[in-house]
């Protein structure tokens, strides 16, 4: 996924249906402050998808935006990228306080994106193998800071077993790119 993916995508889904507030859930979020990840050869360069949580969101307005500029849309088709709609309830899975720390997207009024910690928290809680990729590639590029990602997860209340997943990845990660 690139920038400019990105934004088409943004441009879509507000002239569809005018939410109120829009906020960049997923890795595409990371592209508005390094669009270099999106480049040949980055580590987004394979994504397809960017993941949006609009409010207000209900089944209509989901099935509208999945039929225009989703997975299976004629815009995904034509253009090989789509927008992934979140459910409300996503945001039970983020890291408490996530609100307070959204970043404004430039250029938008009413567009957000998860602060760059708070989704690597989440790619850790997650522990795919694409999710610990990325987070080691923006590890190893600086992007991510070792010892700053240490202390977000250090601070941040999680469930006992969310604890634990994103405590094994951060250690066996940091251990990979020589992060203590």
Do not use: C
Not at 125 to 136: E, N, Q, S
Not at 157 to 178: C, K, Q, Y
């Amino acid at each position: 996924m690139r920038l400019r993916s990105l934004t088409q995508l943004l441009e879509a889904t507000r002239a569809l249906v005018r939410p109120d507030r829009i906020v960049i859930i997923g890795s595409s979020s990371l592209l508005l402050g390094h669009p270099e990840l999106g480049e040949p050869g980055q580590p987004l360069d394979p994504s397809y998808d960017s993941d949006l949580l609009l409010s207000p969101i209900d089944d209509e307005l989901a099935a509208v935006l999945g039929e225009a500029v989703g997975q299976q849309s004629l815009f995904a088709k034509r253009h090989g990228y789509y927008v992934d709609i979140l459910r409300p309830a996503i945001v039970e899975t983020l890291p408490a306080g996530w609100e307070s720390r959204l970043q404004p997207v430039a250029g938008y009024d009413n567009v957000f994106a998860l602060d760059l910690y708070d989704l690597a928290l989440v790619k850790l809680m997650v522990g795919r193998p694409k999710d610990l990729a990325l987070l080691r590639a923006l590890l190893q590029r600086g992007i991510v800071e070792a010892d700053r990602l240490r202390a977000h997860y250090q601070r941040t209340p999680l469930s006992e077993s969310d604890a634990m997943t994103a405590g094994r990845n951060l250690h066996f990660l940091l251990a990979e790119v020589g992060g203590k």
